[in-house]
């Protein structure tokens, strides 16, 4: 079959020859797989250009990524920085604008391999929470890299709830300065991305004090190093803080402040101002400091955090039918692994999650930039649930991506433990996103908070919801609901229109438990914050559900965009089904509980599953081509489009420097304690 | 010491030595355990940088200057009882991550078990002396789990009276033997036999690899390190390839025979080498309650050093130990690492017994423990796997940092899930018995042992409304009840992926096509089957426990295990009409009461797995609580911050700031 060139180009003998076992299920396609790839990339220009960026990136030999698994600590920073030089230089002579199609496409084939990426929250913060005038000033000296910036929020005993910040910011009216300080070992700022050995300034969320009162968390530009000799300005103390389970290309850092001074006009001042004698006006809501991290949430989902788990996809499934275990038939040839249910049930939802989050991802951002500009011209109105659905979708995204590349890596068997497969790495990079960004937990409760907030809305007054302001990822909770489901055998599970109904009906009750269990409590008696805290793990669960409904009904609704392409729409519909079926399953409890489902309905959904996992396996390989990641970008010797998987690692295993450097260890101990071998042997 | 620890631990409603002796079996075992560990503790010999700042490498290095240093210690100070030895090295190597390990953990005891007296009289000195260091060859490039698929050959020459043992493609070149890389000199090679023109399957053969003075790999030999790895940075994991390498007539010949003149003489027995298979299991279900047990020291400590978030406003900070989310996710890890802990002695203990029936040649009982410890190490290694993550997710950002110590822990773990047979492998050899169980029962026989429930199901009596047969008389608040719903669950799916393998059988013609369209069925009654007797042995454990206020704390472990475990599967007992609608909603709420029982002795439960320091490698995890001064001394320590302005500032970064 014809291909672009572009995907065997690893520049290996072997790759000339597609394997048979990966050929052949190219052989009938049920559908056009460059068609989805357009669909995918989000029309086929930008297809085209994502392609051309590809190949730019890939003729150069400093963006190679080969060598990765095979670097320290330092050496994978000192490359990265050395990319981020390079790329900065390409999109220079190539005019590729800051925040460009082509900069995204260009950090997608290094699979984000750059250092300085703090340096683009800094510019997004900045933006948000900025005057007019402070982006004015500071962002020319980003875009030009006069400064190198990073952000810088977390602190070694606080991390998600910002209200416990200790770092302060005390404005002295005398020099129209504030004093920015660590007051405890604890307030000292950790784990900002650049902050160990790069940035030169730092933005720093601090509480700030003026005319003697505490006004909460605020943003400070700080710098930290010289802009001369790069070494720490004083009363500042930074560093790296060490050794993590990856992103070992960027310098985690740590800083300690001791009364460090800063200017009143470097306190960001969208939505708060401190004026020259020190009187505080207010211009936001509390959350809209919030805002900076709503944004960074949202951009992660597509540009980070799903990605992974597509390319930990596309490597276990083109393995799966490489490898070759046990026999199916006793006379039989041994059999693709992929061809084990087993195997099936371990990869396919993980697949099928893959491309239901790519299509809830894409609805997030379109309801981000459509409520976006209002924010920014101070109509808070759609904030609370752009909050809600970020937190949950950060959440379920982090979740579940974490443990279907795990799950990935695990069903490779003994060689996802080799790094040369390129797992282990998507593993650890995919899990920092269940911290990072807000831990995962208080992120659920956050969107639970909404919930409840908004079921006690429409309990109120029923009209609400027909308002315009009645938020509409909620619009369910007060549609009619249906107390059993009306499905008689197992193909009426495969209607969208019945288990996304059934996804609603769960997220319904669980919200309707939730708020009960709050108000019992309430009621007898319990503070209300108690009450709260003794009610979570149904708050969570239920606010799971309710971000389940959302992944589903987000599918759906893409489905039905694609009736002109029948073909995809069929294969893709499988995943939709397979998705929503998986979810009903892995938590039946819920669906049999009140008696939505019976016993007998839960067996069809079995059934249904079951089938389903047997009609996606024609399509496997293509629903993962689909993806359309470069060999290099992958970096996998088990991900190969070519399938040559056991040259490929017996090739890449020679090249580890314990192979091509000595080993000492013999000299030094081995040889000792052989040494009274006995000739005999 | 921090003082929230402090008070956590003046607030315990048992004494933790106490429990600790329960754990290890006796007083007298944790005498000398700890007597063990401060032999290493007080070494210099044993002492060094931190692991975690160093390079692969120097990982290496340090393991081996350690092995090297451990045969020495260990004739020095006596230690040659099995457990004992393990005390030692569980502390020395803190993950048993050996490059030598190999040589004690299979090439010693495979020359044991399946070598001739003389055999054993010319090898087993040497490796036991390290004078040669072996390892085990089995695994390939392209196969794994299923060992008839293994390609090596190893053809007899009776002229020469030599084996010659060839790699005949890529797929068969020998891939992730642990030592092979770099350290080891010999191994034992698993090939498929070829004599007098025949395939007789697979035997170990002794095999020279590296020459003995110079270390460099003999002719014909291709050997080198797989590269690198999730974790297992200090274990050069080897690839071999042979290339009709020639051996003397070393093949293991203490059953299956080759005479000189090439003739093949059968085993008697194959059942013998489920016996080490076994004894390995039993290890790995320990491995995982040890593992779980550390990361659950670790994040449990730091969750009650750890202050974060309002309960209520304008008070200080909780502990995070006091969000009911958090109780929610460490205490059923907790009691998950008490039940697999009492799981992996009752195997060790069976292992023992049973060892001894095959000493007196009484293989009875090999076939249903061969199959019940392949389940009981899937589910045990799964769950833990999981646990493991879950517990450093907890500790939020900072579990991501190496200083928790609990990455390390993960990446050292998780291979248990693939290593020594592929999980669900596993737990179809597991369901396989339980078909056969089954089908035993159905034609009349009694079955006995773990799964005698099977005897009781009342297949012919099934009717149509389920809930009808199984009446619910289960209590929640009784362990013994818990266990008989547990039973009913496993003897339910058993029947399910039994009936359904019969309609595939039924509807298809091949068994084995039947068997693959069953398989997602029978790993779940596989799962249930494990999950029964996990629950029962923690149950069965409960009585034997003389010391009232310790019974009454492990009890609440035991109750909140079996629970939660409900709770996670709540669908398979509301289907099978074994708990009601209400008795779920009671499960939850009994759940979150044990949480708050449970959370006043949560630090005493984890002091009481009695790890050192220095076992856990955690900052986050410490005795003493002092988390976040150790934590910036650490970061301090890191050889990135070892020059104030990094050399790419001027290469790089200044460069860029000029150019643009």
Known sequence: MDRPVHRVSMGDPWSRQVHPDIASERYTQSFDVERLTNILDGGAQNTTLRRKVESIIHGDPVFNLKDNYFMSQNERYEASIQKKFHIQKLAE???WLEDSRELHYASRTLSGDLA?????????????????????????????????ATYAQTELGHGTYLQGLETEATYDADTQEFVLHSPSITAIKWWPGDLGRSATHALVQAQLMCSGARRGMHAFIVPIRSLQDHTPLPGITVGDIGPKMDFEQTDNGFLRLDHVRVPRENMLSRFAQVLPDGTYIKLGTPQSNYLSMVVTRVELLLGEITPLLQKACVIAIRYS???????????????????????????FPQLATAYAFHFLANNLLEFFHRSYSAILNRDFSLLPELHALSSGAKAMVADFCTQGAELCRR??????????????????????????????????????????????????????TLQKSFPQSVAYLTAPDL????????????????????WAHVAVRLIQDSVHHLQTLQQSGAEQHEAWNQTTVIHLQAAKAHCYYVTVKSFTEALEKLANEPAIQQALKRLCDLYALHGILSNAGDFLHDGFLSGAQVDMVRTAYLDLLRLIRKDAISLTDAFDFTDQCLNSALGCYDGNVYERLFHWAQKSPTNTQGNPAYEKYIRPLLQSWRPKL | MNQDLRRERAAASFNPDRLTYILDGSPENTRRRREIENLILNDPDFQHEDLNFLTRSQRYEVAVRKSATMVRKMREFGISDPDEIMWFKKLHMINFVEPVGLNYSMFIPTLLNQGTTAQQEKWLFSSKGLEIIGTYAQTELGHGTHLRGLETTATYDPETQEFILNSPTVTSIKWWPGGLGKTSNHAIVLAQLYTKGKCYGLHAFIVPLREIGTHKPLPGITVGDIGPKFGYDEMDNGYLKMDNYRIPRNMLMKYAQVKPDGTYVKPVSNKLTYGTMVFIRSFLVGEAARSLAK????????????????????????????????QYKLFPLL????????????????????NEGIGQGDLSELPELHALTAGLKAFTSWTTNTAIEACRMACGGHGYSHCSGLPNIYVTFTPTCTFEGENTVMMLQTARFLMKSYDQVHSGKLVCGMVSYLNDLPSQRIQPQQVAVWPTLVDINSPDSLTEAYRLRAARLVEIAAKNLQTEVSHRKSKEVAWNLTSVDLV?????????????????????????????????LCLLYSLYGISQKSGDFLQEGILTDSQITQVHQRIKELLTVIRPDAVALVDAFDFQDVSLGSVLGRYDGNVYENLFEWAKKSPLNKAEVHESYYKHLKPLQSKL
């Not at chain 1, 070759?324 to 059999?335: D, I, M, V």
């Not at chain 2, 009654?525 to 007797?533: K, L, N, R």
Request: glycine share 4%; aromatic share 10%.
């Open chain 1, 483 to 502: 107390a059993r489901c009306p499905a008689h055998r197992a193909a009426d599970f495969l209607h969208p229109e019945l288990y996304t109904r059934a």
């Open chain 1, 116 to 148: 300085l990426g703090l340096h683009h929250i800094f510019v997004k913060a900045l933006r948000s929470l900025g005057s007019d005038e402070q982006i004015a000033k500071w962002a020319p000296l980003c875009n030009k890299f006069q400064i190198i």
């Open chain 2, 335 to 354: 009691a998950t690492a008490y039940a697999f802990h009492f799981v992996g002695a009752y195997m060790k203990e069976t292992y023992h017994r049973i």
């Open chain 2, 295 to 326: 990361a659950c020291t670790i994040a449990i400590r730091y969750s009650a050093v750890r202050h974060q978030s309002e309960i209520k406003p304008d008070e200080p900070e909780p502990q995070i130990l006091d969000f009911q989310t958090q």
């Open chain 2, 524 to 556: 779940r009654a596989s799962e249930a089957h494990c999950h029964y007797v996990t629950v029962k042995l923690f149950t069965e454990k409960l009585l034997k426990i003389q010391d009232k206020s310790i019974q009454a704390v492990l009890r609440n």
């Open chain 1, 93 to 95: 002579r190539l005019g």
């Open chain 1, 321 to 347: 039918v490489i490898r070759r275990q046990s026999q199916l038939r006793p006379s039989g040839p041994e059999a693709k692994v992929l061809d084990y249910q087993t195997q099936q049930q371990k990869l």
């Open chain 1, 411 to 464: 069903a490779c068997g003994g060689h996802g433990y080799s790094k040369l497969s390129g797992l282990p790495s998507l593993v650890t990079r995919v899990t920092a996103s269940c911290t990072y960004e807000g831990e995962n937990t208080v992120l659920y409760l956050q969107t639970a908070r909404f919930l409840i907030k908004s079921y006690l809305q429409a309990q109120a007054s029923p009209g609400s």
